[in-house]
């Protein structure tokens, strides 16, 4: 049940491609329940981007952009929920007046408070114009960072928005995208400060992967600003910037791993607000959502059992994967998750078959054939999504094969203490982990070797996370 909270058209988006029904349609066919339209908003004249002309014209296309949003939000009502926002900019103080004008006026699930300009120059266009906003800012890397944080800052204090973007998008196109924030003390203290009032408000980081998209090894915010987050106990939702339909999802699968390197146990997600109030809670937790091991190519299903210390089902429990209610006996339970992997081999399996249909049918040697078979899983499977993972997970030579191969289970239990009263981050401290490993084999019949095993629950309420892992 993946979601993502931030996306362009190029409909509304000069920098973007696909039409916005043509987002949607590529959100759902991914299977997303939840999917973020957030247009930019409009900027004044002395703001504008290379291909944009008209600052008018930019009013305009907003204006457009929020009754077709409502359009497509009521015409796929039954298959995705659709959340209209914006995508903020915040450059100059007219930009505060321009926020707070379309708040008045529309009405919005939420919106993105981002950064783009640092000392009104675009530090995410290209190169040249990043090396103006580093030159006004003293000359290296760390005095255009430290002025975009303090920039950032004000912002936050400004608007308290309620998903954070990129939070780290200034590290774009600097000499060293990869470089640990912690290394530069002062920027640091920056990045902390800013970390400190998103949490005392409330706010969420968004996991961005356009980063990885654009060529670094972690989505925005990297690692050390995650970790940091979290020991604020701080919260996170998943975002794709994606600017056409291609793009919808990508590198989700590369975000898996990195939510569990940076102890983040709890994703979430914004739900449609009933009325206008900015304070109107909208953020609900997604407890379990596309939590993976370390490993490569892991099979994430998304399935939550709320126990108590004695090992007895609290109320309510079910299947996140398929809303049902199995027996919670450790038997009934193994038996149903067994029914998700036989789904996963029968899937993938016809999807081998359709690969190996689709290359025969060319008239290729058999190394072109290799490289299409490569390029076409690759294309069909590279989401994230509880289905696709699925596909992901059996490797095609195996599917298509269909011989023996083995899958280790393993059962993470996290124990999450219960919040302060009337906390603003609930279930988001306190992290107690324990975690079993099981190794099963299954053969063409598909039955498993053994009985299954589980290790005892720690003494409190906990969630059981289940993950399965191909070896």
């Known amino acids: ?257 990195f939510v569990e390197n940076t102890g983040i146990e709890e994703i979430h997600y914004f739900t449609p607000k009933t009325d206008n109030n900015p304070n109107a809670q909208s953020i609900q937790p997604r407890k379990c959502l596309l939590l993976v091991n370390k490993g490569k190519d892991p099979l994430v299903l998304p399935l939550l059992f709320q126990i108590d210390s004695g090992g007895k089902s609290v109320i309510p429990y079910k299947c996140y994967g398929c809303d049902k209610q199995p027996v919670f006996r450790p038997s009934a339970l193994f038996s149903h998750f067994l029914e998700h992997i036989n789904e996963a081999e029968d899937y993938t399996e016809r999807l081998a078959t359709e690969v190996l249909e689709e290359i025969n049918a060319k008239d290729l040697t058999q190394k072109q054939k290799t490289t299409q078979s490569n390029l076409l899983r690759k294309q069909r499977l590279d989401f994230a999504g509880p289905e696709k993972i699925a596909q992901a997970k059996l490797k095609h030579e195996q599917a298509a094969q269909h011989e023996q191969y083995s899958i280790r289970t393993r059962i993470l239990i996290c124990s999450i203490h219960s919040p302060r009263p009337n906390s603003a981050t609930p279930l988001a401290k306190n992290y107690t982990l324990s975690r079993c490993w099981m190794q099963r084999v299954f053969s063409k019949s598909r039955r498993p070797r053994g009985p299954p095993q589980y290790s005892s629950p720690p003494r409190s309420t906990i969630f059981a996370k289940i993950v399965y892992d191909c070896s």
């Not at 030159?135 to 936050?156: C, H, N, P, R, W």
């Not at 954070?164 to 924030?181: M, T, Y």
């Not at 203290?189 to 654009?214: H, M, P, Q, T």
């Open 1 to 257: 049940m993946p979601h993502s909270h931030h996306s362009h058209s190029g409909q509304f988006c000069a920098h973007a491609t696909c039409t916005l029904e043509e987002m949607v349609q590529q959100a759902i066919s991914l299977k997303m329940d939840t999917f973020a339209l957030t247009e930019h908003i409009p900027r004044d004249t002395a703001d504008l981007y290379p291909e944009e002309v008209d600052a008018q014209k930019l009013v305009e296309i907003f204006d457009a952009y929020y009754p077709e949003a409502l359009r497509l939000r009521e015409k796929y009502a039954s298959q995705i929920t659709i959340l209209i926002g914006f995508e903020g900019e915040w450059i100059r103080p007219s930009s505060h007046t321009i926020i707070k004008d379309l708040l008045s006026r529309y009405k919005f699930d939420f919106f993105v408070g981002s950064i783009h300009h640092t000392l009104t120059k675009p530090i995410d266009f290209d190169h040249d114009m990043y090396y103006e906003a580093r030159t006004i800012a003293g000359g290296s890397d760390e005095d255009v960072f430290a002025a975009f944080f303090d920039e950032q800052y004000d912002m936050l204090k400004a608007l308290t928005p309620p998903l954070v973007g990129h939070f780290d998008l200034i590290r774009l196109k600097s000499d060293d995208p990869e470089r640990n924030w912690t290394t530069m003390p002062a920027v640091w203290e920056k990045i902390v400060r800013n970390l400190d009032f998103v949490a005392s408000y409330g706010g969420i980081l968004e996991l961005n992967s356009s980063a990885i998209r654009k060529g670094m090894s972690e989505p925005y915010p990297k690692a050390e600003i995650c970790k940091e987050f979290v020991k604020k106990g701080g919260r996170f939702a998943l975002s794709d910037d994606s600017h056409a339909t291609s793009q919808v999802g990508l590198n989700f699968s590369k975000v898996l791993s």
